[in-house]
């Protein structure tokens, strides 16, 4: 079905409409439309028009009055001030609209007008170590853009630059060779189990290294091996990577994160670039060595003794930095995946890096006008007392158990309000509500702003939490079940409730919304949409009864309202990768 135009273009096309034919010499000038607490909408371009053209405002807005036809749209107009337009829509126009809307599978939302390709790094784990608090944000703002990407008609590449080469793996192989059953296991094993695995033989090999210079000898060389390609070294830095990804799928599994092996490309899935990509840089006078280093020197950009700052592409013995990667990761995401957008979800803390990378690659000419790259640089999740989040003993916060209390919260808060639920249904709508907690209490913040970790305000029934909205499109879910033989169906001819048109005209801006997301990469504004649409259902199912209303055809409309809130509610929440239960 074709897109549904929302009221707000609508009234502007027909306020830009009028505005020509009063003014024709101004063109086609802007009704600068928004919406207003005076009526529904205030136009205010006859201001900067009659003063650009040297006219009256006043006198523009009463002509373009009589020129706005009357009657399916617009119910009143009134010029205010010194020319604005406040505008009431038609109580038929707005569920006309909605009707549309409920109509459609996507809601009335357009597919982008121009989609292209974006790569997008999300979800950067190390091989062999335990996620931490750290890992939250970077899977869980990740997930929500690539879901609000593809809904939109972008096709998504998602990569997840694991850190799965470097030093440790020449300590931890050449352990494994000297201890060849310590990643043995009979049967199949949980996550738990293969980082319990990984941690214990990590702990070990490095006791060792610190304290035997030999096996630090032996160690050492074994990275030159890995670094050649020795088939043996290979197979053994191997076991280890598949070790991790039984670890990394069960807690993305628990955080309710799809992560597909294809699309896990780490640091080593770019070895074979990265003499190239140093060579071209050194040949293109984009690097020069500088004390044996290759190096990118910005004017703007220097060390705290005020001399030059460089991107170091390669150390002065030979091995690779990170710049090294993650340039010949764009030209590879450039070149082979066709990518017109790049997107980094990384801690803002990396924004320097990132910026030196990006301007080195457009030297090279690998990022051209016509790609762009952008790093989502991610604040920091927070305790309660406002320090980083850290243990009583002061260490980092293990991913999966501050899952496990979020679910554990939850899961208390499901069985005080469970009706009807069994044990099974009050443990997964538990892990339901737990998750959708903690990655709402993300995503409602600032991609890049700093937040508080607080899991009693988390799982409130109360606020803005993803809970408050759970149980709003639990609500709709139960009066639909009441609802017996009457069913949603809009009615146009009906008069609106103040509650109902509030209801109605915030339904009708989801496209919108979304388009703007989109564009911004702020899911934020996409979860500050859902709270306020579900506070303003709140008051509407407080002030206009639903099932008891006056008439047949008033029950069907509120039934029509109720149900297209909760598909938007759906919609909404799904694109943030939060669930929404049908019963609480």
């Known amino acids: 079905m074709a897109s549904v135009p929302s009221l707000a273009s609508s009234l502007h096309q027909r306020i830009a409409d009028a505005l020509s034919a009063a003014l024709p010499e101004a063109g086609s000038a802007d009704p600068l439309l928004r919406r207003s607490d005076r009526a529904d909408f205030q136009a ?23 020129g706005l036809p009357a009657g399916d749209l617009i119910k009143e107009v009134e010029v205010s001030g010194p020319g604005f337009l406040n505008i009431t829509i038609t109580d038929e126009a707005i569920v006309r609209t909605l009707a549309a809307r409920a109509a459609d599978d996507r809601l009335g939302v357009p597919f982008a007008q121009a989609p292209g390709t ?33 809904f939109s008609g972008e096709k998504v ?166 710049a090294a990667t993650d340039l010949s990761a764009i030209r590879d995401r450039v070149g082979n995946l066709k990518a017109d957008t790049l997107l980094y979800v990384v801690d803002a803390r990396q924004s320097l890096h990132f910026k030196m990378v990006f301007e080195t690659a457009r030297r090279a000419g690998w990022l051209t006008d016509d790609v762009k790259a952008v790093q989502l640089g991610f604040g920091t999740v927070l305790g309660k007392d406002g320090k980083p989040f850290k243990t009583r003993e002061g260490e980092t916060v293990r991913l999966v158990d501050l899952l496990d209390e979020a679910i554990d919260r939850a899961t208390a808060v499901v069985r005080e309000k469970a009706q009807d639920l069994t044990e099974e249904q009050i443990a997964e709508r538990g892990a339901q509500v737990g998750i959708g907690a903690v990655k709402y209490a993300d995503l409602s913040t600032s991609v890049s702003r700093d937040y508080k970790f607080d899991l009693d305000q988390m799982v409130s029934l109360n606020g803005d939490t993803s809970v408050y909205l759970q149980y709003a499109f639990a609500r709709i879910q139960s009066i639909l079940r009441k609802a017996g033989e009457a069913r949603p169906v809009a009615h146009p001819e009906l008069a609106l409730a103040p509650a109902e048109r509030a209801l109605g005209m915030h339904l009708d801006q989801f496209g919108e919304l979304l388009a703007e997301v989109t564009a911004s990469y702020e899911p934020h504004k996409l979860a500050g949409y859902l709270y306020q649409l579900a506070s303003l259902y709140t008051t509407f199912y407080a002030e206009c009864p639903v099932l008891k209303a006056e008439t047949p055809q008033q029950v069907e409309n509120r039934l029509f309202l109720c149900d297209l809130t909760a598909r938007t509610l759906r919609q909404g929440m799904s694109l943030l990768g939060i669930r929404t239960p049908e019963q609480l």
């Open 157 to 322: 590449v998602r990569r997840h630059h694991i850190g799965d080469w470097g030093t440790q793996f020449g300590m931890l192989i050449q352990y494994l060779i000297e201890h060849p059953h310590e990643l043995d296991h009979e049967g199949e094993v949980s996550g738990e189990e293969a980082m319990s695995s990984l941690n214990r033989l990590y702990k070990a090999s490095r006791t060792l290294f610190d304290s035997d210079e030999e096996f630090k000898a032996r160690a050492r060389r074994r990275v030159v091996d890995l670094q050649a390609g020795d088939e043996e070294t290979l197979a053994l830095w191997q076991r280890f990577v598949d070790e991790s990804k039984i670890y990394f799928y069960s807690v993305f599994d628990k955080l309710d994160v799809e992560i597909r092996d294809e699309d896990i490309v780490g640091e080593s899935g770019y070895n074979d670039m990265l003499a190239e990509t140093c060579r071209l840089l050194e040949e293109s006078g984009v690097a020069v060595r500088s004390n044996g280093a290759l190096c990118v020197f910005f004017d703007d950009v220097k060390g705290p003794d005020g001399k030059p700052s460089p991107l170091i592409v390669q150390k002065s013995d030979g091995g690779f930095g990170y």
């Open 44 to 66: 205010n371009g006859m201001l900067a028009l009659a003063k650009k053209l040297k006219g009256n405002p006043r006198e523009l807005a009463a002509k373009v009055v009589e």
């Open 118 to 150: 974006t790569v997008i790094d999300y979800a950067q784990p190390n091989v062999a170590k335990e996620m931490h608090v750290g890992h939250l944000r970077n899977s869980v703002i990740g997930d929500a853009v690539v879901r609000i990407l593809e």
